[in-house]
């Protein structure tokens, strides 16, 4: 499941460098997506955009799979970083 969904965000335009997935114990997938794509975009407007690809991309069963995909900038990234340094 988790190959599925990282094909589905490449196909999307997103690198591989950007997209950070786990699978759960149960084989469920999550995790991050960081993209200067993000830049100027509320968490809503993120995910409605990310929903839409993944919608247009998987079906309805593969989609029950997804626990949680963040979105966030680099930039983002590294203030979250040295935050808890």
Known sequence: ??????????AAGFTTDQIQLE???RGNVGGFVISPRFAGQSQVERQEALWAILSHELTADQLQHIVSILTMTPDEVDDDVRAGA
Not at 1 to 10: F, I, K, P, S
């Open 1 to 10: 499941m988790e190959e599925t969904v990282r094909a589905a965000l490449v």
């Open 23 to 25: 699978v759960t114990q």
